[in-house]
């Protein structure tokens, strides 16, 4: 699979820091200032449509369903680096599908996926996002592959 970033990224092996494959994109997590922020890098659509044109369309603010999801940051107030038990708390997430923030959990798995929960109130929901590898190509565009291919 080829897709095309802007910018090239290294992850350790305890570091949250990195490409990301989400069930529905690639989300490049990586330094704000202070704090950590998960940029949309690209999102998976049918053959022959441009991600680029798919907008936030269930965003609660109206302002805002016109912009492409491609760009969107989904995370914010995160410190940068994770504790010893490989779990950040205090941050809170966007979720694109229905428009609204949650308060959030991001753990490292032993596996190294990172699983990612949102909260509202004591009801919590999540999915685990896998690692990446994104090589930059001699044409400029990267090419993506799974960290942990089984």
Same mark, same amino acid.
């Not at 820091?17 to 659509?45: A, H, M, N, R």
């Not at 603010?61 to 940051?73: C, P, Q, V, W």
């Given at each position: 699979?080829?897709?095309?970033?802007?910018?090239?990224v290294e992850s350790?092996?305890?570091? +949250? =820091?990195?490409?990301w494959l989400?069930?529905?994109? =690639?989300?490049? +997590?990586?330094? #704000?200032?202070?704090?950590? #922020? !998960?940029? +949309?890098?690209? =999102?998976?659509?049918?053959? !022959?449509?441009?991600?680029?044109?798919?907008?936030?369309?269930?965003?609660?603010?109206?302002?805002?369903?016109?912009?492409?999801?491609? $760009?969107?940051?989904?995370?914010?107030?995160?410190?940068?680096?994770? $504790?010893?038990?490989?779990?950040?708390? !205090? *941050?809170?997430?966007?979720?694109?599908?229905? $428009?609204?923030?949650?308060?959030?959990?991001?753990?490292?798995?032993?596996? !190294?996926?990172?699983?990612?929960? $949102? #909260?509202?109130?004591? =009801? #919590?929901? *999540?999915?685990?996002?896998?690692?990446?590898?994104?090589?930059?190509?001699?044409?400029?565009?990267?090419?993506?592959?799974?960290?942990?291919?089984?």
């Amino acid at each position: 699979m080829l897709y095309l970033f802007t910018q090239q990224v290294e992850s350790s092996e305890q570091s +949250i =820091i990195g490409y990301w494959l989400t069930p529905e994109s =690639i989300v490049e +997590i990586k330094y #704000c200032g202070d704090l950590l #922020c !998960g940029q +949309i890098k690209t =999102i998976f659509v049918e053959k !022959g449509i441009d991600p680029n044109t798919i907008l936030d369309s269930n965003n609660i603010k109206t302002d805002l369903r016109s912009r492409s999801l491609i $760009g969107i940051n989904l995370l914010e107030g995160f410190k940068k680096e994770l $504790g010893s038990n490989s779990i950040l708390r !205090g *941050g809170r997430i966007y979720n694109p599908r229905d $428009g609204k923030t949650y308060k959030s959990k991001l753990e490292l798995l032993d596996n !190294g996926n990172i699983r990612v929960e $949102g #909260c509202i109130l004591f =009801i #919590c929901d *999540g999915e685990d996002w896998q690692p990446m590898i994104v090589t930059l190509n001699p044409d400029g565009t990267h090419t993506a592959v799974l960290k942990n291919n089984p």
